[in-house]
């Protein structure tokens, strides 16, 4: 990073890089983080209905008007606390869009990161938020991430109303594919990662492994991949004979279990066929995610397309997987031939002594207020998010600061309500604590 990027935020960054303790005041938490926690406890019932208004419109990734409502309350949020605000037409990659919103120009640039979207299909059973007594929200995207997408509301408003936000330099990026990514990734993403090349700090606000002792410094990479396979039909009385072969479900069965065997046991590397058709006739959308198929029992089937999804740690284990993926596939069974291909995705949020000291911070911040220590996520427990596309380009980041819960991309997505003050307090004093000049 160019040394001219610090001299307007006196070499703040560089200063937490050496000494993360020294942003703790003399008296933690000091009376202006105090007010800035009474702020968060005032607006909770305020939050929790900007949390029902987007959490009851469907913004599945592909029903794109839902999630253009949904960056539409944001946007009225983000200028009712006097942001810049630009709605980032998705038409170039198939999707909704993005919304960015810019406010500042003191201190350190500080990227805050969401998505509008979530996984559920317009027609999913669930729709709207049930409040499930006093602590308890379910609903479509309450956890991932509405919730988090509020908390930076919350936090950005609990900086303002304490006289603090203008001391701050802050973008926030709320992402209309997050969920499946539109095509061309490199227009997809582009805005992201743009705006983590002017930032200096990245924290993003998804629900990490929904427990809110834990953040995450390092997240695997996702990448898709997509298997045809293909045999000789035949009538079935002739399978395996020397000139009909094994047919393709069999060499398709081959090759994934071959996967299973091959790498099952490799640290932190994951990879799921998460849809297979097969027989004579097949058709499979990967927009969609839905297919069809034609076949017979007593005909050998012709083809077999599976799409699955393969996670790493880094850009080394994940090159590797995929050589070996590619020599299994390679070694067919009689008569059979099979190809595959990769996408290239999400790349890794490697570990790094940045990620670690802005940990610290937030740790120390949540230790102040009462909430004990803040640890690192092991990244086998958590997905792949948008703060990969940024991590590498900013000198600390930091995941998973959002609204916590259980049962993320299910109908039974619950949030624990009782996280939502104490991840706003965490997040926005750890703001006010970056934004100390040192």
Same mark, same amino acid.
């Given at each position: 990073m160019p040394m001219n990027r610090f001299v307007l935020i006196g070499f703040v960054v560089s200063a937490l890089l050496i000494n993360p303790g020294s942003l703790l005041a003399a008296e933690s938490p000091s009376p202006v983080e105090n007010a800035i926690a009474a702020h968060v406890k005032k607006d909770r019932e305020?939050?929790?209905?900007?949390?029902?208004?987007?959490?009851? *419109?469907n913004s599945g990734t592909m029903n794109l008007v839902g999630v253009r409502k949904v960056g539409d309350i944001f946007n009225r949020e983000f200028k009712d606390l006097g942001f810049t605000t630009q709605w980032i037409d998705g038409a170039s990659f198939n999707r909704a869009g993005h919304l960015l919103a810019s406010y500042g120009n003191r201190g350190p640039k500080i990227l805050l990161i969401g998505h509008l979207d979530t996984v559920f299909a317009e027609n999913s059973p669930l729709q709207k938020m049930q409040i499930l007594g006093a602590d308890? @929200?379910?609903?479509?995207?309450?956890?991932?991430?509405?919730?988090?997408?509020?908390? *930076?509301?919350?936090a950005l408003r609990a900086l303002r109303d304490s006289g603090q936000l203008d001391n701050m330099q802050i973008r926030v990026i709320l992402i209309g594919d997050e969920e499946n990514s539109g095509d061309p990734l490199a227009l997809s993403k582009k805005e992201l990662i743009e705006a983590g090349q002017?930032?200096?700090i990245a924290m993003g606000f998804e629900d990490g492994d929904g427990n809110p002792k834990t953040a995450a410094t390092a997240r695997r990479g996702s990448s898709g991949w997509q298997l045809e396979v293909t045999g000789k039909p035949a009538h079935s009385s002739q399978i395996f004979q020397p000139n009909v072969g094994d047919g393709a479900i069999y060499e398709a069965a081959r090759i994934l279990d071959g996967f299973r065997i091959a790498l099952s046991?490799?640290?932190?590397?994951?990879?799921?066929?998460?849809?297979?058709?097969?027989?004579?006739?097949?058709?499979?959308? $990967?927009?969609?995610s839905r297919a069809t198929a034609?076949?017979? $029992?007593?005909?050998?089937?012709? *083809?077999?397309?599976?799409?699955?999804?393969?996670?790493?740690l880094s850009p080394e284990q994940l090159t590797k997987a995929r050589q070996t993926m590619q020599s299994i596939v390679d070694a067919n069974l009689p008569h059979t031939k099979a190809k595959i291909s990769f996408d290239d995705g999400y790349p890794p949020m490697a570990p790094t002594e940045g990620n670690a000291k802005l940990l610290a911070i937030y740790s120390g911040v949540s230790e102040d207020f009462g909430y004990g220590p803040v640890t690192a996520i092991n990244p086998r427990n958590a997905g792949a998010a948008? *703060?990969?596309?940024v991590a590498?380009?900013?000198?600390?980041?930091?995941d998973g600061l959002g609204l916590m819960g259980t049962g993320g991309h299910t109908v039974d997505e619950v949030a624990d309500l009782n996280t939502l003050d104490s991840q706003?307090?965490? @997040?926005?004093?750890?703001?006010?604590?970056? $934004?100390?000049?040192h």
């Open positions: 305020r939050s929790v209905a900007l949390l029902q208004e987007v959490v009851d *419109i308890k @929200a379910k609903g479509p995207g309450v956890t991932d991430m509405k919730g988090g997408d509020v908390i *930076i509301v919350h002017w930032a200096d046991k490799e640290p932190n590397l994951t990879f799921n066929p998460g849809v297979i058709v097969g027989g004579t006739e097949v058709t499979l959308d $990967s927009d969609t034609f076949g017979k $029992s007593n005909v050998i089937a012709q *083809i077999v397309r599976v799409n699955g999804d393969l996670r790493a948008d *703060i990969s596309f590498s380009e900013v000198e600390m980041a930091l706003t307090i965490r @997040a926005a004093v750890t703001l006010y604590r970056l $934004s100390l000049p």
